[in-house]
């Protein structure tokens, strides 16, 4: 069984940085799709960002200012995290889609193993 783990959260201030890091425990990140989703209170969940092979992919709201990268060695996929804006708080997932195709790496209908989340707070 595939168990994506989530590390990294915290509370910071507007336009600190933050790196969440996911592990997928039982499975690898080079296979498929690794992606990271997020729900605020109230919110549904929403896709931020995602690495296919060589490609990666971005939300409107966060490109520009997120970047992930997947380090195979490590068997890790981390988001950095820059310019942080009280609205990017939320609960953060990590998923994993090892039979996600390219077009459905935004829908988290998508991935079938989910990490615990780990929570991101921005204080203004």
């Known amino acids: 069984q595939v168990q994506p783990v989530e590390s990294g959260g915290g509370l910071v201030q507007v336009g600190d940085s933050l790196r969440l890091s996911c592990s997928p425990s039982?499975?690898?990140?080079?296979?498929?799709?690794m992606a990271w989703f997020r729900q605020a209170p109230g919110k549904e969940r929403e896709f931020v960002s995602a690495v296919k092979g060589g490609s990666t992919y971005y939300s409107d709201s966060v490109k520009g200012r997120f970047t992930i990268s997947k380090t195979s060695a490590k068997n890790t996929v981390d988001l950095q995290m820059n310019s942080l804006r009280p609205e990017d708080t939320a609960l953060y997932f990590c998923a994993a889609g090892p039979t996600v195709i390219t077009s459905e790496v935004r829908n988290p209908g998508a991935y079938q193993h989910w990490g615990q989340g780990t929570q991101v707070t921005v204080s203004s």
């Open positions: 039982g499975g690898t990140v080079n296979r498929g799709a």
